[in-house]
């Protein structure tokens, strides 16, 4: 039997008829509000094409990505080995999801993944990081036979159910409820961790090494001291590595950067993709995953339909193998270091910029209030209008003047995080801090900042 190519389908011919329609059907169809905010900020570009750390627009002009996709894009856009990769699992055409049998590459990509993690043991494959945290609370909970899970105040854990159940930003819970019953605490305070304990219905408590919203890392020794308190309570730690893991920060997981934390279950996701194909991991101890799978009539008692795909296999191999032949986590660690000192020495240089920190290619760049009068009159005019209109004042022209790609780090947050793809270099670091500093510049002369801030400050009062 013949099976027909379908060969009426044309992808290049369909895009090249109406892709140039792309903003009106993103407004028709789907999120009609995302046309109307890039339209607002001046965001509504038309990306061409793309390759490693840089777009290009139709008129052959590149830009700079900082933002990574939100940290999906690792290794970059189309990097050559992930390519080919999944040109070869399809030529290969396997007898993928057939869902009574073992596959190879699941098998081979948790054993390359467990590799890079001591103490864990198992691993459950999903489609996102938000899949992965689900996978992590009903791990915990039914583990330990415990219904309550601690979160750390302003944590974002993905924004499904359970997720956003732990998740700290009101924002994103708002109007969505009722979630799941469980409790915040503030990120590095071991009091409020142990009076929640002292309960005894804590399954666990997850936490982002370091979190993405403002980019706060967890106090030195916060870790560790959580783990021996949680496990005294028989409690399990949860670390959600999904922005922050396979390199991001400078080692593997972001939890290894303080000796002696050996967490119960972590989750990975987006950078294991390769930018191509969805996955999610929960990575686990033993012991927990055998309590789930207890027995042959719970052998699917947590699956995913899609989840350990031939594609997203591939996929993650490849990124792993490339992670180790080309030293990407050493590379995240010295050009981190680089541009976050570079950074840190306009501290003291520029009023408006208060604060730099985090670790590897994870910055946060977080503005305050100025001493000058006169600057001081601008910052509170923005921040009465709307708290965060500031840093959007500096993505603004860090796009339009100067073709570099980045975002605020949060809703009413006047931090902009920085987590460019894991390959950039020096070039890049120096393109970006020269864009930064005559930003900074404008920024405390008067410019031409102010006249868009004034747009920003309409468009935030007419939103109340």
């Known amino acids: ?69 939100f940290g999906v894009m690792g290794l970059g856009r189309h990097h050559p080995v992930v390519r080919k990769a999944l ?18 590459l699941p098998g081979l990509l948790a054993e390359r993944l467990l590799a890079h993690s001591p103490h864990l043991d198992r691993v459950f494959f999903g489609n996102s990081g938000t899949e992965a945290v689900e996978t992590a609370l009903k791990f915990a909970r039914y583990a330990t036979g415990r219904p309550r899970i601690l979160y750390c105040s302003h944590a974002f854990h993905g924004l499904t159910t359970g997720s956003l ?81 396979l390199g991001r920060t400078g080692d593997f997981y972001a939890y290894q950067h303080e000796d002696g934390v050996t967490p119960d279950l972590v989750c990975v996701a987006k950078a294991l993709s390769g930018g191509y194909v969805p996955v999610g991991a929960t990575l686990g101890k033993e012991w927990i995953f055998k309590k789930v799978y207890s027995s042959m009539d719970r052998v699917l008692v947590h699956s995913a339909s899609f989840g350990s795909n031939a594609q997203a296999m591939a996929s993650g191999l490849a990124v792993l193998s490339v ?95 920085l987590i460019p793809p894991l390959i950039i270099d020096e070039q890049d670091v120096d393109r970006f801090v020269d864009a930064f500093t005559a930003v900074m510049d404008d920024a405390h002369g008067g410019g031409l900042m102010w006249d868009f801030g004034k747009t920003l400050i309409k468009q935030a009062v007419a939103n109340r």
Not at 1 to 29: C, K, N, V
Not at 87 to 104: E, G, M, Y
């Open 1 to 69: 039997m013949t099976i027909p190519s379908g060969g009426e389908f044309d992808l290049g011919a369909l895009l090249a008829e109406r892709g140039a329609e792309r903003y009106e059907l993103h407004a028709r169809y789907l999120n009609h509000q995302l046309p109307r905010m890039l339209h607002t900020i001046g965001f509504d570009k038309i990306y061409e094409r793309a390759e490693g750390a840089h777009f290009w627009d139709a008129d052959g002009n590149d830009y700079l990505d900082m933002l990574a996709g």
């Open 87 to 104: 040109h070869d699992v399809l030529d290969a055409q396997l007898a993928d999801l057939t869902r009574f049998d073992c596959q190879p």
């Open 165 to 245: 159940s732990v998740n700290g930003e009101s924002g994103f819970r708002d109007g969505f409820a009722p979630l799941l019953p469980d409790t915040p605490v503030p990120l590095g305070d071991l009091d409020a961790l142990a009076r929640e304990l002292d309960k005894g219905d804590v399954a666990a408590l997850i936490v982002e090494p370091i979190q993405g919203k403002g980019v706060h890392e967890a106090p030195p020794g916060y870790l560790r001291a959580a783990q021996e308190l949680l496990h005294r309570h028989k409690a399990l730690l949860i670390a959600d590595e999904v922005q922050t893991g």
């Open 323 to 417: 992670m180790e032949n080309e030293q990407i986590v050493a590379n995240a660690r010295a050009v981190g270091e680089q541009l976050k000192s570079r950074l840190t020495a306009l501290v003291d240089k520029y009023e408006l910029l208060s604060d730099v920190r985090g670790r590897g290619l994870m910055i946060g760049i977080e503005f305050g209030r100025p001493s000058s009068l006169r600057l001081r009159g601008r910052w509170t005019m923005l921040q009465a209008a709307r708290k965060g209109l500031f840093a959007q004042m500096v993505v603004v022209p860090l796009l339009q003047r100067h073709r570099i790609l980045t975002q605020v780090s949060g809703d009413h947050l006047e931090v902009i995080k």
